[in-house]
């Protein structure tokens, strides 16, 4: 009598895909463009207090509100996580928003803090993949910041003063990219998020 093999593919269920870094270690650029390559993938979009950037629409890069809203949906327990990464400047990310992206049947790709990284690991555990940015040096860094001009001098000393503390921060996720040069730690992300999404196969018989 003839065996035959029966391969059943499960498709990955409700995952989350989470690239973090200190600011300023090029992360978003790395997110922009697995998000234009991998249509598997969709963007979190948080909510923030922060004030918009010129370029930047409500809705698409981040949800802007005012730090009372915030608040609200604090107290309604609407966040999955969320973090005040800078004095009174909140950035969180809403559980309806990663319903919205599951419900579309794609993986939910995040670009957050290391704190909210930590959090969103401790709650999915196996489902969710967390990457570290690293940065070649401290100093690379701090330059990088400057050179962006997005902030003022309060604001860059700010987020200096945080991005030191948060390269401490680098052996909590699952691994780590060193982002020296951009295209060789885009193709080390692209194929560590492709790995782990690769369906697994269970044989039954
Ligand atoms: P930026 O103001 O430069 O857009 O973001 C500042 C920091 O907040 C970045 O490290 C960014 O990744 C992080 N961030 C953005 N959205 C969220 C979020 O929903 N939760 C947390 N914890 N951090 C976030």
Redesign the pocket.
């Known amino acids: 009598m003839a065996v035959i093999k029966v391969t059943r593919v499960l498709i990955p269920p409700r995952k989350l895909i989470v690239i973090?870094?200190?600011?300023g270690a090029g992360?978003?650029s790395i997110v922009k463009k697995l998000l234009q390559q991998q249509p598997e993938l969709s963007f979190?979009i948080?909510?923030?207090t922060?004030e918009k950037r010129p370029g930047e629409t409500d809705g698409v890069?981040?949800y802007f509100m005012t730090v009372e809203e915030f608040k609200k949906k604090i107290a309604a327990n609407e966040f999955a996580?969320?973090?005040e990464?800078?004095p009174n400047?909140f950035?969180?990310?809403l559980r309806s928003e990663m319903e919205r992206v599951w419900r579309e049947r794609k993986v939910v790709l995040?670009?957050?803090?290391v704190?909210?990284?930590v959090?969103l690991k401790k709650e999915f555990g196996e489902d969710c993949l967390t990457i570290f940015i690293s940065p070649p040096s401290k100093e690379s860094l701090i330059n990088r910041l400057k050179n962006r001009g997005?902030e003022d001098t309060k604001s860059l000393k700010e987020r200096i003063k945080r991005s030191e503390q948060e390269l401490e921060f680098a052996d909590k996720f699952d691994k780590i990219v060193l982002n020296k040069d951009f295209d060789t730690a885009y193709m080390r992300v692209k194929n560590l998020v492709i790995s782990y999404l690769k369906p697994k196969t269970e044989h039954i018989l």
């Open positions: 973090t870094a200190p600011s992360k978003s979190s948080s909510c923030t922060r890069h981040y996580e969320y973090e990464v800078y400047r950035y969180g990310t995040f670009d957050i803090d704190k909210g990284a959090n997005t």
